[in-house]
């Protein structure tokens, strides 16, 4: 009977299997097929005699342009992601605290509003007013602060700016529900023992949302470092991302396997960085389970 | 008499069954009519060559070869060429620029000619559209120069190497070498202009550091807007991307160089694995028809490539469409461009980094 009770499948795996079957079609099939083709000379399915090469590797070691293109991509993904914490962690403790549901419903509209505009639009939204004719350059010379225009576009620093208003609401909506979750009586307790209001969040509330700061950071970081749209138009194609790079190789140079390459290295590169920014915090916070 | 009664009344259900059977028949008809007709498929750009072929030129092709035209106006065509099968293509024709037709080419997935017994009109063509540096046959040239605003009080632009003039910092303007034809063909010329002839990729690379600070798009639409906004003062473009504007009273200027223009042609080509072939070379003739090459040159301004077409004054002034004139254009070797595209891309992406 027991036995029976054992293997009598798990009604609840029948409903677990058409969103596995949905990942293992659209996630892995794709990413196996991507690290088969990076290793290969050709299309297999289109050409007759393709063998197995590690030159599309060896391309992106043996020069160090690339690697360039890599530490160019992390560095906008990680100053996203800092920037994204420093706005949005405030903003989200505000929204998670605040007593008024008219203060809290309207600071969640402000939050969601710029994500009812495409990316698209947005980013030239932030083109009209970062560009030499743009509205901060030109209201800058016309007060005769500045002569020439700042160079406030095709800089990380542009970029950065325009990939930081899309993602704070990804980072706000994240740290609020953590952060909703920590008893206020914690702090409250903390204060009644003599600590200061701001020793009180620092040994307090800080530590209990690094679960949200975590993966608020994760979600801005991923979602940053594989960002087309905004390096694009806001880098003026003078700061070369990975993303712009897999685009230019297969829209361009036609080399499918170079640009899979390129798109296995940022997925190594984008793992190995979740799982250290894991273990960072896990062993910062205390929480092993996070290993 | 009953039965009579009742299968002839008009029921509810009956009454939906017949709305929905006619509404389904409706809006099916056209495809059903059509669907023993065979499909064109081609590629094509948007804009206004886009509007015209769907509004007046296409289903004029449709309606004389009793056919159904399907285009693919998303960019880029090659790797989704690339990516179908040989004996089955995405496409029967590919419209694109020549450096894309070369590569096409050297894949096999283009046929490198165009058989002039199947395209009569390929007779009438001027020598650049068939010549050794175009796969396929060019059915329309634009010119490459340099667009400038006439409203800043540059002087007088004739030759490339003002470009070059640092009255022009900060407000000159140029491609993305590695995606788009006119910054590739431009490298070329800084090879001529410099150096010892188009392959003198070294001078080009000096002359292309020299250019800095630049201002660079991946397509002539975005340089368009630059130029309009006032973004850009002088700027690599094509004639089509200022004569486009003709009438709008926009303080722009096209400036063909001393030293010539840059040709950027308009090129068909068939697939081989293609089952259409007999309508995929009567599509090639259909469109270098004088009538057809006169409606697409006055609506987007490119030249049309038939010495027969007779344009009116307005667009003749304008465009290539003499011998004399069409002389002037200078052709890229793509072939020898393609084969060195990875070493020139990876040069001029460091060359314009920030």
Known sequence: MSNAATTRPNGLALFILPSALLFALFFFLPIGLMALMSVLTGNPVVMPKVAFTTRHY????????????????????????????????????????????????????AVLAPMLTGIVVRTFAWMTLLSDKGVVNQTLISLGLIAQPLKLMYTETGIVVGLVHIYVPFMVLTLTGVIGRIDERLEQAAENLGASPLRAFLEVTLPLSLPGILAGSLLVFALAISAYVTPILLGG???????????QQISANFNVGFAAALGIVLLVISLLLVIAYNRALGLVSGQRELQ | MMKALGSSRLSRRRFLTASASLGIGTIAAPYVARADDPTLRITGWGGKWGEIMKAEIGPAFESEFKCKLQTDSAFPYLP???ASSRSAPIYDVLHTNSNEQWAAAEMGLVEPKIDPKLVPNLADVYPYAVSDKIVGVSIFTSA?????????????????????????????????????SLGQAFLMMCGTL??????????????????????????????EKMLLSGEVGLCVIHDSGIYRYDGQNQPTD???????????????????????KELANAYVNYMLRPEVQKRLAETVWYSPANRRVKLDAKYDAKLLTTPEKVSKLIQVDWKWYNERKDEIDQRVNRIFRA
């Open chain 1, 58 to 109: 060896g391309r992106m070691i043996g020069d160090p342009y690339y690697l360039e293109v890599i530490w160019t991509t992390i560095r906008i993904g990680l100053v996203t992601t800092l920037v994204a914490l420093a706005i949005g962690y405030p903003l989200a403790h505000w929204m998670a605290r605040i007593k008024s549901r008219t203060g809290h419903a309207l600071l969640l509209m």
């Open chain 1, 237 to 247: 194609f003078q700061i070369m991302t990975l993303p712009i790079l897999i685009y």
């Open chain 2, 80 to 82: 989704k060429l690339q």
């Open chain 2, 144 to 180: 490459i120069g340099l667009g400038m605003r006439t409203d800043k009080g540059y002087g007088n632009v004739t030759s490339w190497k003002e470009l070059w003039d640092t009255k022009y910092n900060g407000m000159r303007g140029g491609y993305v070498i590695p995606v788009n």
């Open chain 2, 194 to 223: 410099f150096g010892k002839g188009q392959t003198d990729l070294d001078a080009a690379y000096t002359a292309l550091e020299k250019l800095k600070p630049i201002k660079i798009v991946d397509f002539t639409g975005a340089m």
């Open chain 2, 254 to 276: 096209f400036v063909a160089p001393s030293e010539g223009v840059l040709s950027l042609e308009q090129v068909l080509t068939i697939t081989p694995g293609s089952k259409m």
